[in-house]
């Protein structure tokens, strides 16, 4: 049940049915029978089970009149706590319900605040003609245009995360407040490749849009409608139920950030995955930076001819 192996334990105690049948609440001294329904709400289905069980046997003591327990206090559990989730466990899922969504967010309105500025806000003055008569390649221009508006995407992204993550242990009430102890140093490194990669993928989609639009403000209204697209990416880790486990999930742009967060905060981690994620979205981003220098070399769409 702590692996989450298993659902549910239900311990009865020796010679239930006797001491059921013997047991009067208002002569008898010794404690009433007390059933014990170990459980991991850690996992969905567990917690589900002990619910159900749980009703059942409520049913059952309301009509035998009181003549047994349930989760009480006992030697196996003296603070009548039977849930064997840990304070990892329960951070793992809640996190992995909530966060992908807040990243996916946190990424795009990084990105978001800064590409539109960057490509639309320079056609508006007049000064990205001025870099493109330059001897530099356009291809080039458009890559260091990219690379330029990640850097700041990822380091807005990171900060907002890093603090959301860093206030959600004391939020939920857990004894340990730091997320240092449930998560190691890779998983924080395949958390950073991961978020990259999703930069990029939006910054480059918004940089394409940025350089067919006229100015900021036309930018910022083609940039509105993705938002509910990412928004139902990002809802995909919360709604997801158990991490899907077969890589052709992870072929779908943004939907595969989402699956991959949440499968790093949850402890089900699968390399391959991961790195499929992160292939394909720098593929998707090399494709837009190959279509934002075609831009770039056509006079008609940079200088609105």
Known sequence: ?????????????ENFDEAVANFDSQTSVAPAPNI????????TESGEAQSILSDILYGYHHELTHRFTLNAPSENAPDGDYNLATDADMFAMLVGM??????????????????????AGEKERGTLGSILVTPANRRDIALGKILGIAVFAVLSAVVSMLGALLAMPNM???ESGN?????????FILLLLVVTSTSLVF????????ACSKSVKEATAYATPIMLLVFVAGLIGMIAGRIPTETTYYLIPIANSSLSINSIFSFEINVLNILTTIIVNLSVS????????????????????
Do not use: H
């Open 203 to 210: 910054v480059s989609l918004l940089s394409v849009l940025s």
């Open 286 to 305: 090399l494709i837009f930076t190959v279509i934002l220098a075609q831009i770039f070399n056509s006079e008609k769409i940079v200088f609105d001819k």
């Open 36 to 43: 014990e329904l170990w459980a991991n709400f850690a996992r």
């Open 172 to 174: 939920m009430g857990l």
């Open 98 to 119: 909530i966060v992908p969504l807040l990243f996916i967010i946190f990424i795009y309105t990084g990105c978001q605040s800064i590409a539109p500025e960057s490509i």
């Open 1 to 13: 049940i702590s692996n989450q192996q298993t659902d549910l334990l239900i311990i009865f105690p």
């Open 179 to 187: 997320i240092f102890e449930f998560y190691s140093v890779t998983d």
